[in-house]
């Protein structure tokens, strides 16, 4: 009997657990692409970030560039949760409880100077360890990103220009 109760425990605990990881990825099934960018937000589970307002409304995006975004053009709307891609589990987690890394030599999502998000000190001190870059608070960054928003517009805008250059003379051979 207590075997058959244990059995049925862990069962439940895994299904539990599986199920949470769906959830988890729901918010890429229901917003697929990043309303700012157009950047798939699968591909970059590990920087995506939703904000759930107090209407119930939310809005997914692929990075804290496009969220800063979100937030200012939605400055009457009080955020209910805001939520990032852990960079290491990819899961979302409130992104005012993470350790957020400023900087370092990985390339950044939609800006020059990187910020990542981890659910823990420990992946985050090994990344600045492997990466480099400083710790920093939610606050910190948001802040980080909205200071970096004229350079990597003009970044942006920079690399869309040199694409398009790049993608004419192919369309133009027949």
Known sequence: MMKRLVV???AGLILSLSAGFCLAQDDVAKQASCKYCGMDRKTFAHSRMM???EDGSSMGTC??????VE???NIDKTPRSIEVGDFKTKKLIDAEKAF???????TGVMTKRAKWAFESKADADAFIKENGGKPASF????KASYEDMYADTKMIRDKRKMMKKMKAPAEHKH
């Not at 990075?63 to 800063?68: G, K």
């Not at 606050?139 to 948001?142: Q, S, Y």
């Open 51 to 53: 904000v759930t307002y």
């Open 63 to 68: 990075s804290l560039h496009c969220t800063a």
């Open 139 to 142: 606050d910190e960054a948001i």
């Open 71 to 73: 937030l200012a053009l």
């Open 8 to 10: 049925f425990m862990l």
């Open 100 to 106: 957020w890394v400023i900087g370092g030599s990985k």
